[in-house]
């Protein structure tokens, strides 16, 4: 899912491209992305774009007259600039939002469709699309380690719920815990006020990086627009990296499997040394499951004998 530095160059990119145009139309090729029903999809017509912005993870094109196209990308929506007119790709192809000097085309791969378009009618409309969370480049350290503490969870969990915290996710999280050096299974409750001030340090300054990386990548695509939007960048540390060195001991980086996401890290510089134990793995293995990275490799090397299988529980 795009998240911070994405959605910010996304704005940018488009701004420069729509600021002061009027909107021809907004074609829909699924009415199933428009969740709204008023103000109609019709009513930004002939209306042009003064600003568009980010609100956590969502991309808002203000237009004139008071009224707000809000899209979210969730997991695969992607933007793509064309020419006037341009056709809808196919199947990927969700809407088109015409104007006189290009195309911004949503589209969205896969089967399940969950990207989606708002029409609203006022700023206070778009604000309550928000989940509530903290905009890190809007507080400080001290607000900041109010919302995390404000409940008791893992640090990977806090940095992720948009209750919290605004427009982080999955893979920016794990890069944010590895600058940090903080494990993702840690409780907000037990951060010491050193850590909670590095967390906060590390959190800015990985999404800084991050949106300075994607900005130059955008401006050295073809047409200027960002074209290779993705959770997986080379010059990520550990997200993604799961059996790769760490840039910064060279230790492999491990990862703990839940659902569909995975949350990667250095052992060593995280976690003291210690695997996590993944929840799968963990109830197959039950107390045979390695608790360092040295048991680990003797694993695989063949010098400790594997678990015995457990038994099954009796029926009752």
Request: charged share 25%.
């Given at each position: 899912?795009?998240?911070?530095?994405?959605?910010?160059v996304?704005?940018?990119?488009i701004?420069?491209?729509?600021?002061?145009?009027?909107?021809?139309?907004?074609?829909?090729a699924?009415?199933?992305?428009?969740?709204?029903?008023?103000?109609?999809a019709?009513?930004?017509?002939?209306?042009?774009?003064?600003?568009?912005?980010?609100?956590?993870?969502?991309?808002?094109?203000?237009?004139?007259?008071?009224l707000?196209?809000?899209?979210?990308?969730?997991?695969?929506?992607?933007?793509?600039?064309?020419?006037p007119?341009?056709?809808?790709?196919?199947?990927?192809?969700?809407?088109?939002?015409?104007?006189?000097?290009?195309?911004?085309?949503l589209?969205?791969?896969?089967t399940?469709?969950?990207?989606?378009?708002?029409?609203?009618?006022?700023l206070?409309?778009?604000r309550?699309?928000?989940a509530?969370?903290?905009?890190?480049?809007?507080?400080?350290?001290?607000?900041?380690?109010?919302?995390?503490?404000?409940?008791?969870h893992?640090?990977?969990?806090?940095?992720?719920?948009?209750?919290?915290?605004?427009?982080?996710?999955?893979?920016?999280?794990?890069?944010?815990?590895w600058?940090?050096?903080?494990?993702?299974?840690?409780?907000?409750?037990?951060?010491?006020?050193?850590?909670?001030?590095?967390?906060?340090t590390?959190?800015?300054?990985?999404?800084?990086?991050?949106?300075?990386?994607?900005?130059?990548?955008?401006?050295a695509?073809p047409?200027?627009?960002?074209?290779?939007?993705?959770?997986?960048?080379?010059?990520?540390?550990?997200h993604?990296?799961?059996?790769?060195?760490?840039p910064?001991?060279?230790?492999?980086?491990?990862?703990?499997?839940?659902?569909?996401?995975?949350?990667?890290?250095c052992?060593?510089?995280?976690?003291?040394?210690?695997?996590?134990?993944?929840?799968?793995?963990?109830?197959?293995?039950?107390?045979?499951?390695?608790?360092?990275?040295?048991?680990?490799?003797?694993?695989?090397?063949?010098?400790?004998?594997?678990?015995?299988?457990?038994?099954?529980?009796p029926a009752?």
């Amino acid at each position: 899912m795009p998240e911070i530095p994405d959605v910010t160059v996304y704005c940018e990119t488009i701004l420069a491209r729509v600021q002061g145009c009027a909107l021809k139309r907004l074609r829909l090729a699924s009415p199933f992305v428009l969740r709204t029903y008023a103000p109609p999809a019709s009513a930004l017509a002939g209306k042009k774009v003064k600003d568009v912005f980010r609100l956590g993870k969502r991309i808002v094109l203000a237009f004139e007259g008071e009224l707000y196209a809000v899209i979210h990308l969730m997991v695969a929506g992607r933007f793509r600039w064309g020419p006037p007119a341009a056709k809808l790709a196919g199947k990927l192809g969700l809407a088109a939002f015409d104007f006189e000097n290009g195309t911004l085309v949503l589209t969205e791969a896969g089967t399940k469709k969950r990207a989606s378009i708002h029409i609203e009618g006022s700023l206070a409309d778009v604000r309550a699309l928000s989940a509530g969370g903290v905009e890190l480049d809007a507080c400080d350290d001290a607000s900041f380690l109010a919302a995390l503490t404000r409940e008791n969870h893992t640090l990977k969990r806090a940095l992720t719920d948009p209750r919290i915290l605004s427009g982080i996710g999955n893979a920016y999280s794990d890069e944010i815990l590895w600058d940090a050096q903080l494990s993702p299974v840690k409780l907000t409750s037990r951060l010491t006020p050193d850590e909670a001030r590095r967390l906060f340090t590390s959190a800015r300054a990985t999404l800084a990086r991050f949106t300075v990386l994607l900005r130059a990548a955008a401006a050295a695509s073809p047409g200027g627009f960002p074209e290779k939007v993705t959770a997986f960048r080379p010059e990520m540390a550990v997200h993604g990296r799961f059996g790769q060195p760490c840039p910064r001991c060279g230790a492999k980086v491990q990862r703990i499997v839940h659902a569909s996401n995975e949350t990667n890290y250095c052992a060593p510089c995280q976690t003291a040394g210690k695997l996590l134990a993944d929840r799968a793995l963990s109830r197959l293995l039950g107390e045979d499951w390695p608790k360092s990275l040295e048991e680990l490799e003797e694993r695989r090397a063949g010098n400790v004998p594997a678990p015995a299988p457990k038994r099954a529980r009796p029926a009752r």
